[in-house]
């Protein structure tokens, strides 16, 4: 084809393309003025730009093109879309309503001072070097699709709201931070909605100022697929980066996070919500820095996620960590290059399907564990329990032995001890020998009896079929005052009724029992 035929097909192309973009009933500029002044409005009949006897309403698509500038004078609420390529003066008359939205299409320039109720957005696409002026509003929803972006920029909110949703698309070579301040200063920042990262480069604040302080409140999920998202691009010396996510998970695939912040732990997000959050690092990532804290009162379901990098970990006393790694919590925390801290009183749950063990790295003193792995767990090393050992799937195996602290307990929800034994508490102490009905009854295939004495005895604890035919010797020795525990596993036995025994000194209980396979 000739040159010259194929420069023709191309603008005639170009032409369809512009034609295309636009929809009968389509609002544009054709001169600055008031936004009631019908004569600085065409719009669009569908195959040309024609005057109009009336301004847009809001529920069109509208665009205030470059060389125009618009004053809001009347009270406009757009529920379509409004794209400004020059200037918008709001002056509060303008809102953004449900389902409308706003898209700064231009560099530099002025986001117009608006009301954004709830289900509008704010939408950044035509920014390349210069941030908008009065970007810091309380919006709704908040986008960036910037992909000529040239120079890192920020929102400069502070003490702003967004009540929806952050979505980052694209960023272009440069960086979006969320707000930025001065030295000493500080920006505070609440976000309602998810954080969505597809592409780009995203982060709290890439300032230099020293002791600046950061604080993110979030109440979302934080959802990265792609790009650059990092708590601290600055340096900001002395100061602090702080991302609480009170409520959502944390998730994050083929993605880089850092922090760039100097202060010894002066970053990091921290899971605070009072319950149960996700992380889920899948493939494809990069963590330069991770920085993570887990607050008192949370628990943190890891799964099969493993941190890597300068960032710090902590786990709080009171705290639960949950993984599926086989390692344990040494697979969790290996690659970590920073400090990695865990409390003693904080807890640990192993829920894999393959046998998992709990590593050194576990802390010799917990509040509770949970077992819940039907291909079993390992205790890898003599442990304090001072809560609840929750034994839900599989068997525990505690060749190494593990200990009850005067308020620790077993709770058998399901699972086993590998070694059966008796567990006491010596703090409490009863007026006289006591023995309990077991629980539970009826029970398969294992059940916890409890009995107490006020002196140190020598006891015995047996358990007899119908026949009076002794079937298993649980305990033989001297115990001494207190509270005890003791576990019968009846997992060879069959279906039925059986009685166990038990007698302290010249003491003797008997009660029955319930197996039920």
């Known amino acids: 084809m000739p040159r010259f035929t194929m420069f023709v097909s191309f603008i005639i192309l170009m032409i369809a393309s512009s034609l295309m973009a636009q929809t009968v009933g389509d609002y544009r500029t054709r001169n600055s003025g008031d936004w009631s002044n019908a004569q600085i409005w065409e719009r669009y009949n569908g195959s040309s730009w024609v005057p109009v006897a009336s301004a847009p309403t809001g529920g069109e698509t509208i665009t205030v093109l470059e060389t125009d500038s618009v004053n809001v004078d009347v009270l406009v609420s757009v529920s379509a879309s409004l794209v400004n390529q020059g200037i918008v003066e709001g002056n509060s008359n303008l809102t953004f309503a449900d389902g409308g939205t706003y898209q700064h299409d231009r560099d530099g320039g002025k986001i117009p ?4 109720d709830t289900g509008s957005t704010m939408l950044i696409t035509g920014v390349t070097a210069v941030a908008p ?6 919006y709704y929803n908040l986008t960036f699709n910037t992909p000529d972006m040239l120079s890192n920029l920020n929102m400069n909110l502070n003490n702003n709201t967004i009540g929806g949703d952050v979505h980052v698309i694209e960023t272009g070579l440069a960086r979006w931070y969320l707000t930025s301040a001065l030295a000493t200063d500080t920006s505070i920042v609440t976000i309602m909605g998810d954080v969505i990262v597809e592409a780009g480069t995203f982060s709290v604040q890439g300032t230099g100022n020293a002791q600046t302080t950061f604080i993110v409140h979030h109440y979302g999920n934080i959802m990265v697929t792609g790009g650059n998202f990092s708590i601290s691009r600055g340096s900001q010396a002395g100061g602090t980066t702080t991302w609480y996510l009170y409520e959502g998970n944390f998730s994050m695939d083929n993605a880089t996070s850092q922090s760039s912040t100097a202060t010894v732990d002066g970053a990091k997000f921290i899971f605070a919500k009072a319950g149960t959050q996700t992380l889920t690092l899948g493939a494809g990532n990069t963590l330069s820095a991770l920085p993570i804290m887990v607050n008192s009162g949370t628990t943190l ?4 996620s493993q941190l890597a990098g300068s960032g710090n970990f902590t786990v709080e006393a009171g705290a639960t960590i949950m993984t599926a790694l086989a390692g344990g919590v040494e697979a969790i925390v290996s690659g970590v290059t920073a400090t990695v801290t865990l ?8 829920n894999g399907t393959t046998a998992q063990n709990t590593s050194t790295r576990m802390p010799a003193t917990v509040s509770d564990l949970f077992i ?7 205790l890898s090393q003599e442990t304090t329990i001072n809560g609840v050992l929750h034994l839900m799937a599989g068997v525990f195996n505690n060749t190494i032995p593990f200990t009850l602290g005067p308020s620790g307990t077993i709770s058998y929800e399901g699972g086993s001890l590998l070694i059966t034994g008796i567990e006491s508490n010596t703090f409490n102490v009863p007026a006289s020998f006591f023995v309990a009905q077991n629980y539970p009854n009826p029970f398969n295939p294992t059940t916890t009896i409890r009995f107490g004495t006020p002196a140190a005895l020598q006891v015995t604890a047996k358990v007899f079929n119908l026949l009076g035919q002794e079937v298993a010797t649980l305990f033989e020795g001297r115990l001494q005052a207190g509270e005890h525990e003791l576990t019968f596993d009846a997992a060879k036995l069959s279906s039925g009724v059986y009685i166990y025994r038990i007698q302290a000194g010249d003491k003797v209980s008997m009660k029955r029992m319930v197996l039920l396979k």
């Open 113 to 116: 001072v608006s009301n954004w």
């Open 133 to 138: 002026e009065d970007r810091d509003q309380d």
């Open 301 to 304: 379901e890891m799964g099969e």
């Open 343 to 350: 409390e003693d009183e904080s807890s640990y749950g192993f």
């Open 372 to 378: 819940n792995n039907t291909a079993g767990v390992t």
